[in-house]
């Protein structure tokens, strides 16, 4: 074992313990919130994984998760409007303590992979991990101001 499967596995066990709690105890709006956080935490495991284990295909994983995940929490917001609206998530701590994570993440993971294709795609899953993170997390507790119905 080296040390990004450790990270992975602490990341991974600190993220899966966070959302077990979020789903199992609270309202709704904190079980959509616990389902954002456990895609956040996946994502960024499995790209310690692929670092640790030296397997490319676990990147393109964390690729489609960084894009399906936002999603999943948009759809969920979307559909669950009705039932979120009496109870808004106030979830910025929860959210910008994921992205940061996220953020020293993909940082440790560009600096060891070294300059080219990879770190591009790096670069990319990161930004689609945050930007989906905080859009889904800002549509949780409340939408966008000037967004009519959002």
């Not at 450790?6 to 600190?14: F, I, M, N």
């Not at 770190?119 to 993170?133: E, Y």
């Amino acid at each position: 074992m080296n040390g990004w499967i450790l990270a992975a596995t602490v990341l991974l066990a600190g993220g899966a313990g966070t959302a077990l709690w979020g789903v199992a105890t609270g309202p709704l709006s904190r079980r959509v919130v616990a389902q954002n956080l456990s895609t956040s935490a996946v994502c960024a495991s499995l790209l310690l994984l692929a670092q640790g284990y030296g397997r490319t295909s676990y990147v393109d994983l964390g690729l489609l998760l960084a894009v399906l995940g936002p999603v999943g929490t948009l759809v969920f917001a979307r559909l669950l409007a009705g039932d979120l609206t009496d109870d808004r998530a106030a979830a910025w701590g929860l959210t910008w303590t994921t992205v940061g994570v996220d953020v020293a993440v993909v940082v440790a993971l560009c600096v060891a992979t070294g300059p080219g294709r990879a770190m591009v795609k790096l670069l990319v899953i990161g930004a689609l991990l945050i930007g989906g993170n905080v859009v889904a997390s800002r549509a949780l507790s409340g939408g966008f101001r000037g967004v009519r119905g959002g």
